[in-house]
T-cell receptor, first 107, second 114 residues
Framework: GEDVEQSLFLSVREGDSSVINCTYT??????LYWYKQEPGAGLQLLTY?????DMKQDQRLTVLLNKKDKHLSLRIADTQTGDSAIYFC???????FGAGTRLTVKP | EAGVAQSPRYKIIEKRQSVAFWCNPI?????LYWYQQILGQGPKLLIQ????????DSQLPKDRFSAERLKGVDSTLKIQPAKLEDSAVYLC????????????FGQGTRLTVV
């Protein structure tokens, strides 16, 4: 958890794209994940990427992976107010979390 | 498919009392995690089980916290005695342990120590 770094806050307008970034530590992890946490709820698995891929698209979500820089990003297209939540990245072989990025979507 | 079940949802106790949380993972999931999430922070991994063996308990405060996973299925997390700073949400998660599937989380137990 301490070694996964994310920016704490992101604010966008409804309909814009959101990009949430994460820097991880373990270059040997086979899978990397993005989770979403809404108020009062547990974490919900959003999507994952296999470490030998550099991009994965899943409907409005695009995950980009730069293994050389250990950088993972999540792009949300056409961001909606329902996307407001805290987003966490995690590594398959070390399920520890950072502080997360709080995404606020303004109407 | 049933999700990860946790109970109770809420618990209020006085400091120095004991408390126990229960988790029933998704059927067939070999790996089980307990996390502590203090308000405004990310989940902190307390302990990870693979079947009924402990994989990682490096962040578990062993003087007051204990956890077990009997028969490699259900798990309980106990705090004895509780301190004010233990007030948090305790999350249980489970995963297959192989392949791409990540961890699936329960709703958590919100503990308030007064």
């Amino acid at each position: 958890g301490e070694d996964v770094e994310q920016s704490l806050f992101l604010s966008v307008r409804e309909g814009d794209s959101s990009v949430i970034n994460c820097t991880y530590t373990d270059s040997s992890s086979t899978y990397l994940y993005w989770y979403k946490q809404e108020p009062g709820a547990g974490l919900q698995l959003l999507t994952y990427i296999f470490s030998n891929m550099d991009m994965k698209q899943d409907q409005r979500l695009t995950v980009l992976l730069n293994k050389k820089d250990k950088h993972l990003s999540l792009r949300i297209a056409d961001t909606q107010t329902g996307d407001s939540a805290i987003y966490f990245c995690a590594e398959r072989d070390d399920m520890r979390f950072g502080a997360g990025t709080r995404l606020t979507v303004k109407p | 498919e049933a999700g990860v079940a946790q109970s109770p949802r809420y618990k209020i106790i006085e400091k120095r009392q004991s408390v126990a949380f229960w988790c029933n993972p998704i059927s067939g999931h070999a790996t089980l995690y307990w996390y502590q999430q203090i308000l405004g922070q990310g989940p902190k991994l307390l302990i990870q089980f693979q079947n009924n063996g402990v994989v990682d308990d490096s962040q578990l405060p062993k003087d007051r916290f204990s956890a077990e996973r009997l028969k490699g299925v259900d798990s309980t997390l106990k705090i004895q005695p509780a301190k004010l700073e233990d007030s948090a949400v305790y999350l249980c998660a489970s995963s297959l342990g192989t392949g791409p599937s990540g961890a699936f989380f329960g709703q958590g137990t919100r503990l308030t120590v007064v």
